[in-house]
């Protein structure tokens, strides 16, 4: 078991009243897992990847992240939470424009207190492993969209966390990259890495083991208690 | 930390025009600073120099009333005060410190001598037989004093090499005749001191304070005085110090020994000019004003550190979805403050190096255009470029900190 939510509950003040963007929600992820979350914006998908990255807390409910409790970490355990178990691939690539594509893949290393010469091994076997051994050096400005994308799921992997969270990775791409990224995605689930991905698109979240729907902030689908 | 400086570098070069801009309040202030200290200090050691001049070391010792110095010119030695005897300086000599000592009469402004029908116009000295010793004097051609010259009263001169320019016209002056008080002295030598220290003049100010040490000067034994002058005036005593350190020591032990053995009663007393002492009070003189100044430039530091926080805020505004990723991706909050801490230090860091180098170019062109002094105190340098660095540590909290507390959902969503 990599985590476990039960009864988890998200509200936002709005004005006056108070908007439950998650209800009940439960969620298990285990080893090997390849999970895609579908939902239409709105739906409190996105609340629900910030809560599972653990960059945002729930109102309510147990959230277990291998042994340790959520609710009970610092801010700083947070950041170490974020460095070593997961591994984040967003929609809009979320490279550093003045770093080089194995400096933005070594990123997560240096936070981490990595070495500079374990980093720089590291990041170039991430940057293999996504099949850009040959870009090493360029910028994200002289990559293409799909390109970027397979940098940050290089960085994602670099650490090699225990979950990877992917945030609509197609969504700021052409069919053909995005089609390779899924591809890409598939060879790593294959290689052992389990992969939590929320989308809109059903083409995309098919390519997922499991489906889940969310809609209104109810979760549900897939091997999980209706 | 290297990593992050080594970023802060490249950050700063990559707005090279922002960074620029940024930093010239703090190079601004820093150079008005260092400019403002070079010259004070440049000042300083002139007077000092002036004053002390560099490495003869002596003290002049001189008979006071009631505190105040006592002109010894043209007056005759008062009651209760008695000569100066070659015992008495024998004695002087054995005190701590005290290498040579000597005591002479002198007219600061000498009338009644000519070299044919040239008036001169300087110094006269009456000397015993170590003054030369005393002040460092080397003999440039002739001779010195000889014990004859004391012994059977020979009307002897000698003339410093300013005067055998000035008198005699570029003619050697040995063995040539001139007439003081109507007596005929013949010149026996030129003498010249050793370290010839120059006051520089820059003024008519400075001309008067100092003038009585650059005008010529022409020497005659002692016993002589009383020939031209036929009275028994006071003398005046100089002590030369073994070391420049011992100069303020030696010379006051000198003038308690004099005052003690050859003074009675209480209305006067032989006291030791501190140079030092003068040096000094003439120093903070220009202190006072030009601490003033500094304060002023300090402003400029503080208009220079507040550009430097807008900046910095700026640029955390601008890097918000970075700062976003970064925190994502477990960067601790400390790590993002030091990152812009270490930026904004770099900002002032550098600029406070450039305005150390405009500071000290700038003085030296002062320097060049209105001819006041110039001394570099790296002291100051080391002091102006960490202060500069701490300004931009302060004015870069506020920036930092505000990055470091960033939401990063939020920032993650920042256009």
């Known amino acids: 078991m990599i985590l476990s939510m039960t009864d988890i509950c998200k509200d936002y003040p709005m004005g006056k009243s108070v908007t439950q963007v998650l209800k009940n929600v439960n969620l298990s992820v285990s080893e090997g897992d390849y999970i895609a979350i579908m939902g239409p914006s709105g739906s409190g998908k996105t609340t629900l990847m910030n809560i599972i990255g653990c960059l945002d807390v729930p109102t309510s409910g147990e959230y277990l992240f291998g042994e340790k409790d959520i609710k009970k970490c610092k801010?700083?355990?947070?950041?170490?939470?974020?460095?070593?178990?997961?591994?984040?691939?967003?929609?809009?690539?979320?490279?550093?424009?003045?770093?080089?594509?194995?400096?933005?893949?070594?990123?997560?290393?240096?936070?981490?207190?990595v070495r500079r010469s374990e980093r720089r091994r590291r990041a170039k076997e991430a940057l293999e492993r996504v099949g850009l051994a040959d870009r090493v050096d360029y910028r994200p400005d002289q990559l293409s969209g799909g390109q970027c994308q397979r940098v940050a799921i290089a960085r994602a992997i670099v650490g090699n966390p225990d979950v990877i969270l992917a945030d609509e990775p197609t969504g700021a791409l052409d069919s053909q990259s995005g089609a390779q990224v899924m591809d890409l995605f598939h060879t790593l689930h294959e290689q052992g890495a389990t992969i939590l991905m929320i989308t809109h698109d059903r083409n995309v979240a098919e390519h997922a083991e499991t489906i889940m729907h969310i809609k209104d902030g109810v979760l549900t689908g897939g091997d999980q208690d209706e | 930390m290297f990593e992050n400086i080594g970023l802060a570098?490249?950050?700063?070069?990559?707005?090279?025009?922002?960074?620029?801009?940024?930093?010239?309040?703090?190079?601004?202030?820093?150079?008005?600073?260092?400019?403002?200290?070079?010259?004070?200090?440049?000042?300083?050691?002139?007077?000092?120099?002036?004053?002390?001049?560099?490495?003869?070391?002596?003290?002049q010792i001189s008979l006071n009333r009631d505190g105040n110095e006592y002109d010894l010119q043209w007056s005759a030695l008062p009651e209760g005060v008695r000569t100066v005897t070659e015992e008495d300086l024998s004695e002087l000599r054995k005190l701590e410190g005290v290498k040579e000592a000597s005591a002479y009469r002198y007219r600061s402004y000498a009338d009644g001598i000519f070299y044919g029908n040239t008036a001169y116009s300087g110094a006269l000295y009456g000397i015993d037989s170590h003054y030369f010793a005393a002040n460092n004097y080397i003999i440039n051609s002739g001779r010195g004093f000889t014990a004859d010259d004391y012994t059977k009263y020979r009307k002897t001169a000698i003339v410093e090499s300013t005067v055998a320019s000035s008198l005699f016209n570029g003619e050697d002056p040995v063995g040539r005749t001139i007439e003081i008080m109507s007596e005929p002295y013949t010149v026996v030598g030129v003498v010249s001191q050793v370290v010839v220290n120059e006051p520089v003049i820059n003024n008519l100010q400075d001309y008067y304070m100092y003038s009585a040490e650059s005008g010529g000067t022409i020497f005659i034994p002692d016993v002589c005085w009383d020939i031209s002058y036929r009275y028994d005036e006071p003398q005046r005593v100089v002590i030369r110090a073994k070391t420049t350190d011992e100069m303020a020591t030696a010379g006051k032990a000198a003038a308690d020994w004099l005052s003690e053995n050859l003074i009675q009663g209480n209305t006067y007393a032989y006291k030791a000019s501190d140079l030092l002492e003068q040096a000094s009070n003439l120093q903070s003189l220009s202190q006072t004003t030009n601490n003033q100044l500094i304060w002023i430039a300090g402003i400029s530091l503080l208009v220079g550190g507040i550009g430097v926080m807008n900046i910095m805020l700026v640029s955390v505004t601008e890097r918000t979805r970075e700062i976003g990723l970064k925190i994502a991706i477990g960067a601790r909050g400390r790590r993002i403050l030091w990152q812009f801490l270490t930026e904004a230090a770099v900002l002032t860091l550098m600029g406070g190096l450039l305005g150390v180098g405009a500071g000290i170019g700038l003085a030296y062109m002062l320097s060049n255009v209105m001819g006041t002094p110039v001394a570099i105190s790296i002291p100051a340098c080391v002091i102006a470029v960490a202060f500069s660095t701490l300004i931009g540590i302060i004015f870069g909290l506020v920036p930092a900190v505000k990055a470091s507390r960033l939401n990063p959902i939020e920032a993650l969503r920042h256009e």
């Open chain 2, 9 to 59: 570098f490249q950050g700063v070069w990559s707005h090279k025009l922002r960074s620029f801009l940024t930093m010239l309040g703090i190079i601004i202030g820093i150079a008005a600073i260092i400019t403002i200290v070079s010259t004070i200090k440049g000042t300083n050691e002139q007077i000092k120099k002036n004053l002390i001049g560099s490495g003869t070391n002596t003290v």
């Open chain 1, 75 to 113: 801010k700083k355990q947070l950041a170490d939470l974020r460095n070593k178990k997961i591994g984040f691939v967003f929609q809009s690539f979320n490279l550093l424009p003045k770093l080089t594509a194995l400096d933005n893949v070594a990123l997560p290393l240096l936070y981490g207190g």
